[in-house]
Nanobody
């Protein structure tokens, strides 16, 4: 049984940082591309960042460039999203998703094409 579990969300002041973790179990993690998505209240889900198998390719959406960094640790079956310089507009539920042999092509476009999803972790940025 595949499990995708996000953690690390919470409340932070504007300008602060958080590191989200995505632990994936029950599949051959090394062969999966992993993406982070987010959904703010009343808005569509959008892609945040993606990392391919073997770290050969990453994608960071424009709103996250220079602030968010994605990385993966295959020994721990975990992908991280380091988020810096957070603003209230970053408030959302952040989801992690996995897809076999996915190299981040067309990342973030509906219908997303991911196979396994986590239940999300809430990030709240407010003063």
């Amino acid at each position: 049984q595949v499990q995708v579990v996000e953690s690390g969300g919470g409340s932070v002041h504007p300008g602060g940082s958080l590191r989200l973790s995505c632990a994936v179990h029950g599949l051959a993690f090394d062969y999966y591309g992993i993406g982070w998505f987010r959904q703010a209240p009343g808005k569509e889900r959008e892609g945040v960042s993606c990392v391919s198998p073997g770290d050969k390719r990453t994608h960071v959406s424009d709103f996250a460039k220079g602030r968010f960094t994605i990385s993966r640790d295959n020994a721990k079956n975990t992908v991280y999203l380091q988020m810096n310089s957070l603003t209230p507009e970053d408030t959302a539920v952040y989801y992690c998703a996995a897809r076999l042999n996915y190299f981040c092509s067309g990342f973030g476009s509906y219908p997303y094409g991911m196979e396994y999803w986590g239940e999300g972790t809430l990030v709240t940025v407010s003063s």
